[in-house]
């Protein structure tokens, strides 16, 4: 099936004359009390006769504002669509002092709140077969999810999935790093801190950035990030870095484990995951198909759209395929 999508060309005039106002219209937003007692904000929208329902994973820093245009184009080819915010990102709660914090305690705690987000607000105004799409760091939460819940969802899609990242220390380097920065939270007396090097959020021109082709995606991302502070997020803490290696090294000793269909995009390109461990795992899950997008950098979803659409066409095909073989 030949998919609709938005182009870089009409994109800026788009949103403002159909995009932002279909938000304002069809989209609904609302709240809930995640694990430990965290807020975590939601938006949702079903078409008419919609044939498949799309829950979308988000990478880190990601809020569902970001996601308007990819939102938007779903919805208009009749998927149902489901986002969260996670944790510690985007509209929900922040879990430090410091709102800028990329924290969490353990990713299971993503996973939980996924699953609540499914239970109560997706199921009851789902349209057709429950589908995953999910982005980095969404990649990774949306395993574990498959991993603890085999029997949620139809299939998935995971696009420049976090099995691993860059730079691939040595497990005995990352551990100390890991540690000492722990340490040092302790004998500081804080609840978190950044890792190493890393920094408050900062809007890096688009022509130093590893993101995307797309100029006018980026400028647009960095714009709404400018314009509504509350999103902004900065670099991982240590606790972030703690969790995450843990979450990637359960999925790589589980991923045989992964048995419902799943198409994974590997960004030939990508600067920031660790494209040899993700292959390596993709391998390892039984019904995986692996297409590699030669030149695409790591966020495929808003890439140029010589790349963004032959990946959109063939994951939307994908994921409406279940919906072709029950109708």
């Known amino acids: 099936m030949d998919w609709i999508l938005t182009t870089e060309s009409e994109l800026v005039e788009k949103l403002a004359t159909t995009i932002n106002p279909f938000w304002q219209t069809q989209v609904t937003t609302g709240e809930f009390t995640g694990e430990g007692g965290v807020t975590v904000h939601y938006a949702w929208c079903v078409p008419e006769n919609a044939h498949t329902t799309v829950v979308i994973s988000s990478g880190r820093i990601e809020s569902l504002l970001k996601y308007k245009e990819l939102i938007y184009d779903l919805w208009h080819n009749g998927f ?14 922040r879990m430090t002092h410091d709102p800028q914090h990329g924290f969490v305690h353990s990713f299971d705690d993503y996973v939980t709140d996924l699953l ?31 991993l603890k819940a085999p029997e949620v969802f139809e299939r998935a899609v995971l696009a420049s999935p976090m099995f691993g990242v860059k730079p691939a220390l040595p497990d005995w380097l990352a551990n100390t ?11 500081r007396k804080k609840d978190s801190g950044y890792f190493f090097g890393q920094t408050p959020y900062v809007a890096y021109p688009y022509a130093i950035n590893t993101l995307t082709h797309s100029e006018v995606r980026y ?24 969790a995450a290696q843990d979450a990637m090294d359960s999925i790589e000793q589980q991923a045989a484990h992964v048995l419902l269909p799943v198409l994974l995009f590997s960004a030939d390109e990508d600067k920031i995951i ?21 030149g695409g950098y ?3 979803f808003t890439e140029s759209d010589a790349l963004r659409t032959p990946v959109l066409q063939r994951a939307m095909s994908f994921l409406q395929s279940q919906a072709s073989d029950d109708a």
């Open 80 to 93: 149902a669509v489901f986002i969260p915010d996670h944790r510690g990102q985007g509209l929900s709660g």
């Open 116 to 146: 609540t987000f499914v239970d109560d607000i997706v199921r009851p105004n789902s349209k057709g077969p429950l589908t995953l799409l999910c982005h980095s760091m969404g990649g990774a939460i949306g395993t574990l999810t498959l």
């Open 274 to 294: 660790d494209n040899k461990r993700q292959r390596r795992v993709a391998a390892s899950m039984p019904n995986a198909t692996v297409d590699i997008v030669s």
């Open 298 to 300: 790591h966020e495929l």
């Open 177 to 187: 790093l890991i540690s000492a920065g722990l340490t040092l939270n302790r004998l």
């Open 219 to 242: 400028r647009l991302f960095r714009e709404l990030y400018d314009e509504d502070k509350r999103i902004q997020l900065g670099g991982v803490t240590t606790e972030w870095l703690r």
